[in-house]
C-alpha cells in the first residue's frame, strides 16, 4: 500500500460496478446451464453455480487471492496477504494504483468463482453434491490460483514472458474448457447417454441467462482495463461487436444448413463470441473483434458437431464452447494484437511480430498441460476417498431428489401423493418407496 498514490473515485466507482457485474454473470450461467438440461437435474445444475460463490468465495478471502497474486514468486504467490492481511481501502501500485485495493480482490474474486461454475456444465446429473464443493476448492487452489498467478500476478512467469490475457482466455476459458473435459471422462458418462434424448427443460431460462451473461460480461473484459478510461470504452465495444458476430454466424450457419435457426444455437453463438474476446479485448480494434467473434463461433460449432460423435458426454459443450473458443480467441490475441489500440500490449502478426503468435501458443500448451493433470489428480484423490458419483436410482429418478431433497416443479400428481407441503424454508425428504413412486408419475424425459 503506497500512501502517496491518489485514488480515484470514477475508477473505484466502475471497478465496484464491474465485480457487480461479473458477480452477475454467476446467477446469468445458473440460468443458462440450467435451462439446457432435464427437469430432475435442473435444481442441482443451478446449485453448483450458486455454491461456487460459497465455497469459492471463503477460499478467496482465506488464501486464494494471496496465492494468485501476491508478488514475487514465479510459480505461486504466498500467504502473507492471507486473510486480506494489510488490504484495505487503499491503493496499491501493483494492482490498484488509483482504487482501493479491496475493489481488486472483489474484482477478481468473481473470476475466480465463475470459473469453477463454467467446469460444472460438463458434470451435470451425476457428480455428488458434497463431492463438487470440494472439487470447486481444491481446484482453485490447486489449478486456478497457480494459473492466475503466471499469467496476471507480478513475476508470474507467463506474464514475465510477455503473454497477453487480458480478461481471462487462458486463465479462465482454457483453463475450465480442459478441466471440463477431464472431469467428464473420469466421472463417466450418464446412464442412459445415446440411449434417450437429452432435450433442454426451458429455453426461455436459456435465452435470459445468455443476455445475462452478456451484460456482466461488460464488466468482465472492459472491468479489467482497472480504469474508466477510453481502454474501457474500447475492450466494452470489443465485448459488445464479438458477441452480436458470434450470435449473427451461429444463426446464419444453422440457417444455411437446416433453413432454420434455433433459441439455443443463437444463445451458444452469443457465448463463444464473447468467449473468443475475452483474451483480447484490450489488444484489439472493433473490426478485429467481428472476425475474432467469427472465427470462434465456427471452430466451436465444428467442435460441438464432432463431440456429438464420440463417446464424451461433456453435458453441456464446456469444451466446446468455453475451451475452444479461448484457444482461438488467445491464438488470435498474438494475430490482431497492436499497440496502436494499448501501447502497454503487444504487435500480433498482422502488425509485423510473429513471436508474439508464438508466446500466446506457448501459453495455451502450456494451460491445457497444467489443468489437465492437476485436475485428473484432483479428481483421483476423491474418487478414492469419497467417490465421484450418485448412485444409480439416484441418477435415474432424478439428481435433485436424491442431492438436495426437493424438485424444481412440484406437480399436481406429486402433491397428491405426497401429501402435505414443506413449511418456509424447509426441504420435502421422501423415502425411497415415494421416490419411486413420483419418478413413475412424472412425465418420460
Known amino acids: 500500500m503506497n500512501p502517496e498514490l491518489t485514488i480515484s473515485a470514477g475508477n473505484t ?5 464491474s465485480a457487480a457485474l461479473v458477480f452477475l454473470m454467476i446467477p446469468g450461467l445458473a440460468l443458462f446451464y ?44 504466498g500467504f502473507g496477504w492471507a486473510g486480506l492481511a494489510g488490504i484495505g481501502s487503499g491503493a496499491n501500485s501493483d494492482y490498484a494504483p488509483t482504487f482501493p485495493h479491496i475493489a481488486f480482490v472483489l474484482f477478481q ?50 506474464r514475465e514472458l510477455g503473454a497477453l490475457d487480458f ?29 434417450v434424448a437429452f432435450v433442454p427443460h426451458n429455453v426461455p ?40 458476430s458470434g450470435l449473427a454466424t451461429w444463426m446464419t450457419l444453422e440457417l444455411l444448413r437446416n433453413g432454420r435457426s434455433t433459441a439455443v444455437g443463437a ?9 473468443s474476446i475475452t483474451p483480447a479485448a484490450g489488444y484489439v480494434t472493433p473490426v478485429a473483434a467481428l472476425a475474432i467473434g467469427l472465427i470462434g463461433a465456427v471452430a466451436s460449432q465444428f467442435a460441438l458437431e464432432l463431440r456429438a460423435r464420440v463417446r464424451l458426454d461433456d453435458s453441456l459443450d464446456v469444451f466446446a464452447c468455453h475451451g475452444v473458443a479461448g484457444i482461438i480467441g488467445a491464438i488470435l490475441t498474438g ?27 506457448f501459453a495455451i500448451a502450456v494451460t491445457i498441460a497444467f489443468s489437465a ?35 424444481a416443479y412440484y406437480g399436481a400428481d406429486v402433491g397428491a401423493l405426497v401429501g402435505r407441503r414443506a413449511p418456509i424454508g424447509e426441504s420435502v425428504l421422501l423415502p425411497a418407496t415415494e421416490i419411486q413412486s413420483v419418478a413413475r408419475l412424472q412425465p418420460q424425459e
Open 167 to 195: 480478461a481471462g482466455g487462458t486463465v479462465v476459458h482454457i483453463a475450465a474448457g480442459t478441466s471440463a473435459v477431464v472431469a467428464a471422462l473420469m466421472l463417466g458418462a450418464r446412464r442412459d447417454f445415446r440411449k
Open 34 to 77: 440450467g435451462g439446457l438440461v432435464r427437469t430432475k437435474g435442473v435444481l442441482n445444475t443451478m446449485m453448483m453455480s450458486a455454491a461456487a460463490l460459497g465455497v469459492v468465495g471463503v477460499q478467496w478471502i482465506l488464501f486464494g487471492y494471496s496465492l494468485s497474486f501476491e508478488p514475487g514468486g514465479a510459480w505461486i504467490g
Open 267 to 275: 444463445a451458444t453463438g452469443l457465448v463463444t463470441g464473447l468467449v
Open 335 to 361: 494475430v490482431f494484437a497492436t499497440t496502436d489500440v494499448n501501447p502497454a500490449g503487444a504487435n500480433g502478426l498482422l502488425y509485423g511480430d510473429a513471436s508474439q503468435l508464438g508466446v500466446q501458443l
Open 13 to 17: 466507482a466502475w471497478v465496484l460496478i
Open 205 to 244: 431460462t436459456t435465452l435470459l441467462g445468455a443476455g445475462l451473461l452478456w451484460f456482466g460480461w461488460f464488466g468482465f473484459n472492459a472491468g479489467s482495463a482497472l480504469a474508466a478510461n477510453g481502454l474501457a470504452a474500447l475492450a466494452f465495444a470489443n465485448t459488445f461487436a464479438a458477441g452480436a
Open 373 to 407: 493433470v492437476a485436475t485428473g489428480g484432483v479428481l483421483v484423490v476423491l474418487k478414492a476417498v469419497f467417490g465421484l458419483r450418485v448412485s444409480l436410482a439416484a441418477e435415474l429418478h432424478g439428481i435433485d431428489l436424491s442431492e438436495h431433497g426437493e424438485e
Open 109 to 158: 474474486g468473481m473470476f475466480a468463482v465463475i470459473t469453477v461454475a463454467l467446469i460444472s456444465g460438463a458434470v451435470v446429473e451425476r457428480m455428488r453434491f458434497p463431492v463438487y464443493l470440494a472439487f470447486a476448492v481444491l481446484w482453485t487452489t490447486l489449478v486456478y490460483d497457480p494459473l492466475a498467478h503466471w499469467v496476471w500476478g507480478v513475476g508470474g512467469w507467463l
